[in-house]
């Protein structure tokens, strides 16, 4: 993730205390580097979200990393068809507040997954989320707001689920 709030703040005390005569030099180099430093790790965390996050406007269209615990990004209200089909290393998927719908066969073919985190805004899901050929196999655990649409899913179609207790969270 993005490098922590505190981090900036130490160096911009730092870059402050810049004594007189010929160490500014060397002070200023240094805090040169650092921030330079700083803008590298940032945009690559910037390319690596780009790389593994193929957004079509607030639409995953798919996930193309390898990781094994992804957190969607906020501001996603649509996970397309076939999103996360073939991730094979994938365990677990948190999808974020705002997500609306999941597509047909999004989570097809992902063998080592184990649960889904699912938000309370969803209002429509594909019944073949897991791909037509899932029928028979144990399906990931989904993990549900009480009353919510998920929940309701969960029951209708034979899901595993567990509720998140209110007194939880933050």
């Given amino acids: 993730g993005a490098m922590p709030k505190h981090y900036e703040e130490l160096f911009a005390f730092a870059s402050v205390a810049v004594p007189s005569g010929e ?3 060397i002070y200023r180099e240094r805090n040169s580097v650092i921030s330079d430093a700083i803008r590298r790790v940032r945009s690559k965390n910037q390319e690596q979200y780009n790389v593994e996050f193929k957004m079509e406007g607030s639409m995953l269209a798919a996930y193309l990393g390898d990781a094994e615990h992804v957190i ?8 397309s068809d076939t999103a996360f089909a073939n991730c094979r290393n994938l365990k677990t998927v948190e999808l974020p507040e705002g997500v609306t719908q999941i597509g047909y066969a999004a ?24 791909g037509y050929d899932a029928f028979g196999k144990k399906k990931p655990k989904f993990i549900v707001y009480k009353d919510s649409y998920a929940e309701e899913f969960a029951k209708e179609h034979e899901i595993p689920y567990e509720v998140i207790r209110e007194d939880n969270l933050d």
């Fill in 72 to 79: 969607v990004p906020d501001g996603t209200a649509v996970i």
């Fill in 107 to 130: 989570f097809e073919n992902c063998p080592n997954l184990q649960s889904i985190k699912m938000p309370d805004s969803i209002t429509s899901m594909f019944p073949a989320l897991f």
């Fill in 23 to 25: 160490n500014e030099a």
